[in-house]
């Protein structure tokens, strides 16, 4: 008797996802415990694993489509102890396999416009060299070689990428005296030109709902300052091999930041509060996101008790989580919650930015690139490397004067790095 795979329950205030991909196929075998598809909720992905061993014989649900807690998703047939069949099964499918082996011609990774395109102009995609991610061939690799194709005739051409030869374009009227020229009225290329559409991913979806979300619902200012990180960069060079060898991490600028966010926070509390209708909720613990970029879009997973913590085990904490982050394995606990954030968009190269506050958190930190610039020092001008930092804050709560007293109070400790002992 076929077994049920179905949805299981996805985490708090999650009931749908997506199915993101089938780990096995239609008359693969399966052991109890293995994975057999990937659902991409709002946070996370999860893979849904198989009760029993058996043979997978239905799938019900194919990989885009939405799905919701205890929907069948696919039909697993129990595992047979009749060996007979079992060898019956193994000799067909290496049958089958050996029919693909000689009919099948090998699968060209390209873009459904690509693949069309090259339909359409009959050219043979094994011929073409692709520039996308992994050899991919994109739609401007095929575009690329439609002049030059002898496969490709006038009609084939114009199917795809219609042209207009400048003779076409009327010529304006004469001016006459004193009067303005008129505009060029460029010819119309209709609806065929290359595009390509593509699904948003159910995390993009609620990344873009939750950024529009804390525009409409929060009073969002930003302000600014600069840090001079001549101290902590010295304080680097000289406990860097040291603490990587004692701890193995490295000591990055993260855990300095956060130190003096969580000093800065005791002393301006309301910063590491949230508004609850009519009420604030002040919080006393100190459960810091941190934001990580990957390739399915920004995640904030949590530092819990960041305030306990020393500085190894902040720098060991925050490169767990990006690791897992990169490499889709945070669970739903590491990203619920958080009191306060920080992002980092030095990393990427950014200057100066205004980031957009993760609700209902009414603070958040950016820290950015750090640069060499000249500086006043008692009277004489030095190079000092310094960094633009930015607190955005929710006004609703906090006031202008808090909010620059709070990044004061960070720039002050991270330039005396020492007094970051006595805060702790």
């Known amino acids: 008797m076929p077994v049920e795979i179905r949805v299981p329950k996805l985490g708090e205030s999650i009931v749908e996802a997506t199915i993101s991909k089938w780990l096995k196929g239609e008359g693969d075998s399966v052991v109890a415990g293995e994975p057999l598809v990937e659902l991409e909720t709002d946070k996370v992905n999860l893979e849904v694993p198989a009760d029993q061993a058996g043979v997978l014989s239905q799938i019900l649900k194919k990989v885009g489509e939405a799905v919701r807690i205890g929907d069948l998703i696919a039909l697993l047939t129990e595992a047979s102890l009749d060996l007979g069949s079992t060898q019956r099964a193994e000799s067909s499918e290496a049958k089958q396999q050996e029919e693909v082996t000689a009919s099948a011609t090998p699968v060209i990774p390209a873009t459904p416009v690509a693949q069309r395109v090259a339909e359409v102009n009959k050219l043979d995609l094994r011929d073409i060299q692709g520039s996308g991610p992994g050899g991919r061939v994109t739609k401007d690799d095929v575009f690329s070689l439609l002049p030059l194709s002898p496969k490709a005739d006038e009609t084939s051409v114009v199917k795809e990428a219609p042209s207009v030869a400048l003779a076409s374009v ?191 958190q009414v603070g958040i930190l950016g820290m950015h690139k750090i640069e060499e610039r000249p500086v006043a020092i008692q009277g004489q001008v030095q190079i000092r490397p310094l960094m633009y930092v930015a607190l955005s804050y929710d006004h609703r709560l906090v006031d202008g004067s808090e909010a620059v007293r709070f990044l004061v109070r960070i720039k002050e400790l991270v330039e005396d790095p020492e007094s970051l002992l006595l805060e702790g």
């Open 170 to 360: 009327p010529a304006p009227a004469p001016a006459k005296p004193n009067a303005l020229p008129l505009p060029l009225e460029l010819p119309s290329f209709g609806d065929n030109r290359p595009s390509e559409r593509m699904k948003m991913s159910r995390r993009r979806q609620t990344i873009a709902r939750r950024l529009v979300e804390a525009q409409q619902s929060a009073a969002m200012l930003t302000t600014f300052n600069e840090v001079d990180l001549s101290e902590v960069i010295n304080l680097r060079k000289r406990r860097k091999e040291s603490f990587k060898e004692r701890y193995g991490v490295g000591l990055g600028f993260m855990s300095f930041f956060t130190k003096a966010t969580i000093a800065a926070l005791k002393t301006f509390p309301l910063l590491n509060a949230e508004i609850d209708g009519e009420d604030i909720i002040l919080k006393s613990f100190y459960d810091i996101g941190v934001a990580v970029g990957t390739e399915q879009g920004l995640v904030v997973p949590v530092l819990r008790d960041a305030d306990r913590k020393t500085f190894a085990q902040i720098e060991q904490e925050i490169a767990d989580l990006a690791k897992r982050a990169r490499e889709n394995k945070l669970t739903l606990a590491d990203l619920q919650g958080g009191t306060f954030s920080i992002t980092n968009g030095g990393v990427y190269g950014s200057l100066l930015s205004t980031p957009i506050l993760n609700t209902p």
